[in-house]
């Protein structure tokens, strides 16, 4: 039978499970944990085990269908119990849902409670940095953009990342007084700067030995916002930029290299000189 354990943690049912489990016992209970994963959303699960002796066998595959269908509405199940076949259920268990589960002997149950009430950035802490995978390099042709390129080479290398390289035109902007940005009654897009900028951007990968296979990229837009866009549609994982970029009124808006860094979902390496 199923039997509901009084405690007051947010997001976590705690129950007892003994004897052996019949289908009555599974309408009187599953009701009740339907009803909070509605209201919390993902839960994550206390299940004590206390003289268990299995399943009959109809209800055996209603909690086999009953995990299948709301295996991603768990976060964590702590099973704590004293017997050697507990523990072998426990790792049967893990074979057939995606969900993370462990087992504590009887003396561990405070162990459980803090397992299940990890907060996700202790999680993330815990757990090593996924390496680099697809690297960005973001040029303006400079000298900086030079020394990025070396470190963006570098780290594929290291990692045996992918790369790509992206050079953003800037439309020509006068600003008033007040220093609100005025487009100029140009063409969205200039034919003959994307030309050349496409032509720089050949001649910079070559002087930097980027590979030939390195996709080549020239978007037109403002360039810390095109960055951060492009790297994110993209699937980047790492933005590699020079610190140079304050020039004109960058030097009050802020530079392209610290927009970048503040902007982008991913980590951002500004290369300084």
Known sequence: MFSILPVNRKGILAFKVSGKLTDEDYRQFL???????????????????????????????????????????????????????EHWVVSLANFFTRTEMRFFDRSQAQEAWDWLEEKPEEEDRMRPPEPYRNILLATDFSAYSERAAQRARELCAQYGASLQVLHVVEPVVFYSDGYDP?????????????????????????RMQLGKEVPLEVQWGAPKWTIVSWAREKGIDLIVVGSHGRRGIERILGSVSSGVLSQAHCDVLVVKP
């Open 182 to 206: 005025v487009l100029a009654d140009i063409p969205l897009a200039d034919d003959a700067l994307m030309v050349k900028a496409e032509d720089s951007l050949r001649r910079f990968a070559e």
């Open 31 to 85: 009701p009740v944990l339907e009803s909070m994963i509605r209201e919390f959303g993902v839960i994550s699960l206390f299940i004590e085990l206390e003289d268990f002796r299995g399943w009959e066998g109809s209800a055996a595959w209603e909690d086999f269908r009953f995990g299948l269908q709301h295996d991603k509405d768990f976060k964590r199940i702590a099973i704590v119990g004293d017997s050697a076949i």
